[in-house]
């Protein structure tokens, strides 16, 4: 494992780098305790591995710095990013960020709370020749929702409670991580690029749109009876100028109106090329976002399926799509949206396979460093393994399942967890056909993983 550049000391250093490559290779629940047994520390004096993350010794800046760096090395265009926030479930309500809130799992006719903490999270396209992407993560924080003073409280701590609560929207912290990412690319030289951020409905908003960073594009879904506007053609020589002009068609008037002609965009989506059929409008103007920002309405037709080969034909619901780049090309804004939904699959691999959430810490500090940690060790197997282009052939690999006949267009996590697993067991133990046996006079080379301790002491309850 490379050794990464890390701004503390060569001790934290050492033992952060040990935390994440072990976030890899545990075998068990994603704990603290978990990954000191995956690196063989059960045994020592486990206190400055909790105060490494309470005392403010993990810089998750840091961690992403050299995956957003490489990836913004891999190609000249503009970037493609994703933003969304998710929810991790805990059952006690005394940590840190701890909230009941709204389970975007629930059926839809039944609204369903669930404990978790908000998590929000930006995403980089890694793109290929083939026209698909990779959403890898390049940043990620804790977004709590402030706790309400006790019923007794005075007027000055509800008013002080109501200013937190202005401060902790989602759409505020959205634009203030977007002008962090913003300025750690003109930092790194990538002033000139164009920053593109798709996001869902949940972020089309005035809080968003109203601060964007410069030289930065938000592509996002808006609803079908949205009030849109022309640009003013004629302005009075005098007094206020307009910003608004006539109304124009609501998104779903546009989708049926037959003097916009539909075209057909040619798109990567679910691991092959499909055509699409869209509609644009630009420019046009929109109160949420401002009078003076001109921007462009994209709406795509319904996409028909069928559930099975003689099935009824079906369609799915059509799509309203509103961009801050009046001139960008239709295809583009499609295709980045698009790209978007990967981020959902980030969320569900950091989850079920690397166990983000389960640490069991408290303290506001290790909340967010414990969960940037981990998900900055997902983050850089992904980069790690795009940067040698999915090339994993060399390795001892595992053959796969009888059942598993259909091969993925990509490597997925859980083939990269395994390959890695099977690179480091495969020089202590040696399993017949899995992996190739080592020389009896080879030595084994120094590493952050002891496999006896995490095979004897892996539990899904440490």
């Not at 402030?146 to 505020?172: D, F, L, N, Q, T």
Request: glycine content about 6%; charged content about 25%; hydrophobic content about 35%.
């Amino acid at each position: 494992m490379k050794q990464v550049e890390y701004p503390g000391s060569p001790r934290h250093a050492r033992r952060l780098a040990q935390h994440v490559f072990s976030q890899l290779t545990c075998l068990g629940t994603h704990t603290i305790t978990g990954l000191l047994t995956t690196c063989g520390k059960q045994f020592t004096d486990w206190t400055a591995d909790y105060r490494m993350y309470r005392h403010g010794r993990v810089e998750a800046d840091s961690l992403f710095a050299p995956v957003r760096r490489s990836l913004c090395q891999r190609g000249k265009g503009p970037i493609v990013t994703a933003l969304d926030d998710t929810r991790l479930r805990k059952a006690g309500k005394k940590t840190y960020g701890v909230k009941y809130m709204r389970d975007p799992l629930g059926p839809p006719f039944h609204t369903n709370l669930t404990l978790a903490q908000r998590f929000l999270q930006i995403s980089m396209a890694c793109t290929a020749k083939d026209g698909s992407a990779r959403m890898i993560p390049v940043d990620c924080t804790h977004a709590p929702i402030p706790c309400k003073p006790k019923r007794r409280a005075s007027e000055r701590e509800w008013r002080a409670y109501k200013e937190r609560v202005k401060k902790a929207r989602i759409g505020v912290v959205a634009a203030q991580r977007l002008h962090r990412m913003r300025d750690a690319l003109n930092a790194e030289g990538q002033d000139q690029r164009r920053l593109w951020v798709a996001v869902d409905g949940g972020y089309t908003n005035r809080s968003v749109l109203k601060n964007l960073p410069e030289n930065t594009t938000l592509v996002g879904r808006i609803r079908a009876d949205t009030k849109l506007y022309y640009v003013p053609e004629m302005q009075k020589p005098k007094g206020r100028k307009k910003c608004y002009g006539l109304q124009a068609p609501t998104p779903d008037e546009l989708r049926q109106d037959d003097s916009h002609p539909w075209q057909d965009i040619s798109v990567f989506f679910g691991g092959k090329r499909r055509v699409l059929r869209a509609k644009q409008l630009r420019p046009v103007r929109w109160r949420v976002a401002g009078g003076e920002k001109n921007l462009q309405l994209v709406v795509l037709a319904p996409t028909p399926y069928r559930l099975t080969k003689t099935g009824r034909l079906l369609y799915r619901k059509p799509a309203f799509l509103i961009c801050t780049d009046p001139h960008a090309s239709l295809k583009d804004i499609i295709q980045y949206y698009l790209w978007r939904w990967d981020i959902e699959v980030n969320f569900r691999d950091q989850k079920t396979l690397l166990g983000v959430g389960e640490a069991q810490v408290r303290m506001p500090e290790a909340v967010q460093n414990v969960t940037a940690s981990s998900v900055a060790a997902y983050a850089m197997l992904l980069t790690a393994a795009e940067t040698q282009n999915n090339d994993i052939t060399q390795a001892p690999t595992l053959p796969p399942p009888k059942w598993q006949r259909t091969k993925s267009h990509r490597t997925t996590t859980m083939t990269l967890i395994r390959s890695l697993r099977n690179q480091l067991l495969g020089r202590s133990i040696h399993f017949s056909g899995f992996a190739v046996q080592r020389n009896a006079d080879s030595k084994r080379q120094k590493s952050y993983f002891d496999p006896n301790s995490a095979l004897l002491y892996a539990s899904r309850y440490s």
